[in-house]
């Protein structure tokens, strides 16, 4: 009788994952305990893992703190990152659209463009912009960090077109028989059916803009317009007679909820738009 084989490859790599994926919560770990410490637990050398007294007040000094502003900051944020994912969503869909539905003389030239200012890293239209916005007034406001998603993101048109090319023309065709206009082929038929990549990008542009500070910092000058990035950085300045890392970790559990909120209510259709925009 043969002695059974025991495939040992499957445990040895769930053992490798379960390491990364140790490895990759310490720091979250680490962040959730100094959040809830006292400033003097805080600085104690060598750092205690389990704080000895849950100081959950971390978490409401951040609010009631007018010097840290923390509340004002992340309103700023949410209305930055909501309006972005909307300025985004629709304006890289419909040159999306055009750019997948519709085929003439230059088209694939005009596409290859977008996708070439790719390639244009942000300091090169940084001054530009600045320049361009200060003209306008709009210094030291939120609209320069939000105006720019209504004229399109060439990455999220990118993953756009690809979704939108794979559709099959008998759907449009239909539509046409209906008596739809090319807008309402585009709003009607194209949009409720292309959650997956609406849901990816969405996510994407709310990520960025969330966790954007090079175009706050040159942009905003007064407190009450700061967002949560350069708001928390302005936490470490000469104001604090010790740097409060405690309320800079509590301030971190708290910026990052409502990316992990958002993700976990479209987790599924996210998955799905990326692997979807590769196949056509």
């Known amino acids: 009788m043969k002695a059974k084989k025991y495939d040992f490859v499957p445990l040895i790599g769930f053992l490798v994952l379960l390491v990364i994926t140790v490895a990759m919560l310490l720091p979250f770990g680490f962040m959730i305990s100094t959040s809830l410490k006292t400033t003097k637990e805080m600085l104690l050398f060598p750092p205690s893992i389990i704080p000895e007294h ?9 609010f009631v703190n007018e010097e840290i502003k923390f509340g004002m900051q992340y309103k700023n944020s949410l209305i930055v990152g909501i309006a972005t ?9 419909f040159v999306a659209f055009g750019f997948a539905r519709y085929r003439t003389r230059g088209s694939g030239l005009m596409f290859s463009l977008v996708l070439c200012t790719l390639m244009l890293p942000y300091p090169a239209i940084m001054i530009p912009q600045f320049l361009l916005f200060t003209k306008l007034g709009l210094h030291d406001s939120l609209l320069p960090l939000i105006l720019p998603s209504f004229f399109g993101s060439a990455y999220m048109i990118f993953l756009m077109r690809q979704f939108f090319a794979g559709m099959p023309e008998e759907i449009y065709d239909a539509g046409r028989i209906d008596g739809c206009s ?3 082929l585009y709003w009607n038929l194209t949009l409720p059916v292309s959650g997956p990549v609406l849901a990816t990008v969405a996510i994407f542009s709310f990520i960025w803009s969330w966790n954007d500070l090079l175009a706050p910092v040159l942009y905003l000058d007064s407190q009450e317009n700061f967002t949560l990035p350069i708001g928390m950085a302005s936490m470490l300045s000469s104001k604090f007679r010790i740097a409060p890392w405690n309320l800079m970790m509590a301030a971190s559990i708290l910026s990052v909820l409502p990316i992990l909120t958002l993700f976990a209510f479209a987790q599924k259709r996210f998955v799905q738009g990326i692997v979807l925009t590769g196949i056509k």
């Open 85 to 93: 994912v909307i300025g985004t969503v629709f304006s890289s869909s």
């Open 54 to 62: 849950f100081a959950w007040e971390n978490f409401r000094e951040l």
């Open 182 to 184: 090319e807008f309402r």
